[in-house]
């Protein structure tokens, strides 16, 4: 079984940044691919990013390319997003998860069932 917990979360103007991590717990965490996801008010989870066991693979949804930034430290069993240039649409609960699904040169997994373990979540608002 694994667990995790993400952390970071807060309130931050328009164009700032946010680090969020997420630490895992569970003898196989640093075999799995780890995902973000993030729900905004009245809206459905949507992936935002995912990186591969060994972080040498990484994938992007298309709004948030070129701002955000997925990476892992196995040895801290700990992933991060890094996000910066906020903007007001990136309001959402934002969650970690992992998944038994790989990552490939094509990205890694993006749907939702692809992920049996998740965080609980952290808040995130962007004020404009």
């Known amino acids: 079984q694994v667990s995790l917990v993400e952390s970071g979360g807060g309130l931050v103007q328009a164009g700032g940044s946010l680090r969020l991590s997420c630490v895992g717990s569970?003898?196989?965490?640093?075999?799995?691919?780890v995902g973000w996801f993030r729900q905004p008010p009245g809206k459905e989870r949507e992936f935002v990013a995912a990186?591969?066991?060994?972080?040498?693979?990484?994938d992007y949804a298309p709004n948030v390319k070129g701002r955000f930034t997925v990476s892992r430290e196995n040895i801290k069993n700990t992933a991060y997003l890094q996000m910066n240039t906020l903007e007001s649409d990136d309001t959402a609960v934002y969650y970690c998860?992992?998944?038994?699904?790989?990552?490939?040169?094509?990205?890694?997994?993006?749907?939702?069932?692809?992920?049996?373990?998740w965080g609980q979540g952290t808040q995130v608002s962007v004020s404009s």
């Open positions: 998860a992992a998944s038994h699904t790989g990552c490939s040169a094509g990205g890694c997994p993006q749907a939702l069932y692809e992920y049996p373990y």
């Open positions: 569970g003898s196989n965490f640093n075999t799995l691919a």
């Open positions: 990186v591969s066991w060994s972080g040498g693979n990484r």
